[in-house]
């Protein structure tokens, strides 16, 4: 089946500092969308991109849908103690009925 | 809006055991997805709904699995004769089709434990 390359696999960081992450993937993607998920909850959406090239601001967080339509990034600005959590990157197929295909997912720890 | 809503939150089960999970979707949701989601792995697709109609499965969806939709509204997901190997979190997500922007929405889940 197909597969996203989700990027880093985790990260520690200072809070305040700004966080990115991204996904790749062997094929095209017609939507690409990023979840964050707690410990013991679903996936929560954060962003959600439609056309190559698009660059969507959610907050601090900002996604760009990259222009070849495989890839995507997911930046955190000025993280904060509550950004903690597990970041989801997710592509759909036009005609797959919105099936996802999902990363494996960043781990974000925040050290206040 | 009162979101994707699963029940229950947790179950417990031996072995060999039948167990069901229900879906409530967002009200005017037209479609609904079940997603499997075990430890250190994003979620992955099982099956999915339209209305009242099945139209796509997952090989991931063995033969002791069944969902069902019966009036296009809640959802259930049923596994039969429970194995190890089922321990996972069960998620429920629905959208509305025919939206410019479709996206779609997550519940809770449910963790399920087969000892």
């Known amino acids: 089946g197909q597969q996203l390359n989700q990027s880093p696999q985790s990260m520690f960081i200072q809070e305040g500092e700004d966080v990115s992450m991204n996904c790749t993937s062997s094929?095209?993607?017609?939507?690409w969308l990023w979840y964050k998920q707690d410990p013991g909850e679903g996936p929560v959406l954060l962003i959600a991109l439609y056309k190559a090239g698009e660059l969507t601001s959610n907050g601090r967080l900002t996604a760009q849908f990259g222009i070849t339509r495989k890839d995507s990034f997911l930046n955190i600005s000025a993280s904060i103690p509550s950004d903690v959590g597990i970041y989801f990157c997710?592509?759909?197929?036009?005609?797959?009925?919105?099936?996802?295909?999902f990363g494996k997912g960043t781990l974000l720890t925040v050290n206040p | 809006d009162t979101g994707v809503s699963q029940d229950p939150r947790h179950k417990i089960t031996k072995r060999g055991q039948n167990v069901t999970f229900r879906c409530d979707p967002i009200?005017?949701?037209?479609?609904l997805y079940w997603y499997r989601q075990t430890l250190g792995q994003g979620p992955e697709f099982l099956t999915y709904?339209?209305?009242?109609?099945?139209?796509?499965k997952s090989r991931l969806l063995s033969d002791r699995f069944s969902a069902e939709r019966p009036k296009g509204s809640f959802s259930t997901l049923e596994i039969q004769r429970t194995e190890q190997g089922d321990s996972a979190m069960y998620l429920c997500?629905?959208?509305?089709?025919?939206?410019?922007?479709?996206?779609?929405?997550f519940g809770s889940g449910t963790q399920l434990s087969v000892l």
């Open positions: 997710a592509g759909q197929f036009r005609g797959s009925n919105y099936k996802l295909t």
């Open positions: 009200s005017e949701h037209n479609r």
């Open positions: 997500a629905s959208s509305l089709s025919g939206t410019t922007n479709e996206k779609l929405f």
């Open positions: 094929s095209i993607f017609n939507t």
């Open positions: 709904f339209q209305n009242e109609a099945q139209l796509e």
